[in-house]
């Protein structure tokens, strides 16, 4: 398998453009989660879906930002409109369980947001 | 809602040294417990993981770590560090059961190897 797969590995936009964000979980994984990294906050959990429905969006910071997983192979993390405070790396992962044996989570390279 | 601390920020030893990262956690429950490391410039790789069973735990690249239910401590080790193993570790902790949020990351502690 070749694991977690994140486009674009790289981003620079300017401050009111629109940003997206794509993932192709492990196949089979039934758990795909949305991180956001950086230097203040250290690595934030912003959404997880299982079997394609999000089920926690507790972490997402505001309005500006919406998750989508239209199928069990894609999802898509959009910020709209994008600001500096932004700027991070965001990471995606999948599992295949949530809790119990064989819940670890799969990382994929993420991707490095830069809002001008 | 649970959490992870990592107490050293940033850890600096020399080649050969022995390493020992601390973790604690607050959950009164069952927990699954991970160790990441992220290499510089790159993602979040599994160095091990405690399920259930053997509270020492084996993981890649000769580390391990102990899981002490009292202390609500899962601490990493390895007998002899390499300029390679130059990182920032994550701890985290997954709640066995409930409504709590999913896995939690402890804030990272960041180790330079000198060669």
Known sequence: D?????SPRHEVTEMGQEVTL?????SGHDYLFWYRQTMMRGLELLIYFNNNVPIDDSGMPEDRFSAKMPNASFSTLKIQPSEPRDSAVYFCASSLRLQ???NEQFFGPGTRLTVL | AQSVSQHNHHVILSEAA?????????YGGTVNLFWYVQYPGQHL?????????DPLVKGIKGFEAEFIKSKFSF???????QWSDTAEYFCAVNPYSGSAR?????????????P
């Open chain 2, 45 to 53: 790789q599994l160095l091990l993981k405690y399920f259930s069973g």
């Open chain 1, 2 to 6: 070749a694991g977690v797969i994140q």
């Open chain 1, 100 to 102: 119990g044996a064989n």
């Open chain 2, 75 to 81: 601490n990493l080790r390895k007998p002899s560090v």
């Open chain 2, 18 to 26: 022995s390493l020992e990262l601390g973790c604690n956690y607050s």
């Open chain 2, 102 to 114: 999913q896995l939690t990351f402890g804030s990272g502690t960041q180790l330079t190897v000198l």
């Open chain 1, 22 to 26: 794509r993932c192709k979980p492990i």
